[in-house]
């Protein structure tokens, strides 16, 4: 028993036997030309992930601070250009970190991609202050200068995430639904300042589906051209009969063109003509920008 011990957990190897020869030809690991494609797809894959992030950050936090500022008597404070520079990192900065970490990116990572975010303009700060840079350059710079320094943190840390993702079905279901997400994001500020639309922004709706269409190729089918030409003359009627009336009379036109095509929407969820992604950005930005026009048309004097 001792002898039998001593030799299973001794370090000495067992020679595995020789391998039989076959004419099956041996997998070959992947070429590094193979490989860099790959690895760039993915760097810019997470580039661009981040950069969503960051205008996500800014659309949903910018409004907050304006509503801020006036609260709190501080939005000339706000509006001087360093302020309001690294407002904007701080901004790009949640939104980045919120992404990061859904994709379950480890803290150090996060910091060092916050520090791209903050540096280009404490960089440029020095030069601002002393009279060399106006405030557009400061601005300007700052967003040039981020983006090597993205790149620079991106490759650094391989931009992957080293460790494993573990997110609250909550947070896996809001994700799936991020066309949702960022339509509402895009009419946050509108609800801070309400108002209506031009009349011919409706020419927008059956403009989009019709483009759309074309470029996937799914124009094709039984009636499906026939439909987005028959939805267009509806909602160029609607826009010039808005322009020609003016005043309260097209307000309301414009809020229910935009509020009925959420209808239209809806029945493209299925993506027969337009990706679901893109029919269900749309539902929501529709009534979204419907409700917004409706509440400046009520809060707004004849």
């Excluded at 494609?37 to 910018?62: I, N």
């Excluded at 509402?184 to 589906?209: A, F, R």
């Excluded at 799914?218 to 322009?243: I, K």
Aim: hydrophobic share 55%.
């Amino acid at each position: 028993m001792k002898n039998t011990r001593m030799y299973a957990d001794s370090r000495t190897a067992v020679p595995s036997p020789a391998p039989v020869p076959t004419d099956e030809p041996t997998p070959s690991a992947p070429t590094p030309t193979a490989a860099a494609p790959a690895s760039s797809r993915r760097l810019l894959w997470h580039l661009g992930e981040m950069a969503l992030a960051m205008v996500a950050g800014m659309l949903l936090l910018g409004p907050l601070w304006d509503l801020a500022g006036t609260a709190l008597g501080i939005g000339d404070a706000l509006a001087r250009p360093e302020v309001a520079a690294l407002v904007m990192a701080t901004n790009m900065t949640v939104g980045m970190t919120v992404g990061m970490r859904y994709r379950a990116h480890r803290w150090h990572a996060v910091g060092e991609m916050a520090a791209a975010m903050y540096v280009p303009f404490l960089l440029l700060l020095v030069p601002f202050r002393a009279g060399l840079i106006d405030a557009d350059a400061l601005l300007l710079g700052g967003h040039l200068l981020m983006i090597p320094a993205m790149v620079l943190v991106a490759v650094r840390h391989r931009h992957e995430a080293s460790a494993p993702a573990r997110r609250h079905r909550v947070v896996v279901a809001l994700a799936h639904r991020w066309p949702a997400g960022l339509a509402l994001l895009m009419t946050v500020e509108m609800w801070v300042d309400p108002s209506v639309l031009s009349p011919w922004t409706m020419l927008v709706l059956p403009g989009g589906y019709l483009l759309i269409g074309v470029a996937r190729r799914t124009l094709g089918g039984r009636g499906v051209l026939a439909t987005q030409l028959a939805g267009l003359a509806v909602w160029v009627a609607l826009t010039l009969v808005a322009v020609k009336a003016g005043g309260r009379t097209a307000d309301w036109l414009v809020a229910f063109g935009w509020l009925a095509h959420a209808g239209w929407d809806l029945a493209h969820h299925r993506g027969r003509v337009v990706p679901r992604g893109y029919a269900e950005f749309c539902v929501v930005l529709d009534v979204a920008l419907a409700a917004v026009m409706v509440l400046a048309i009520l809060t707004t004097d004849a």
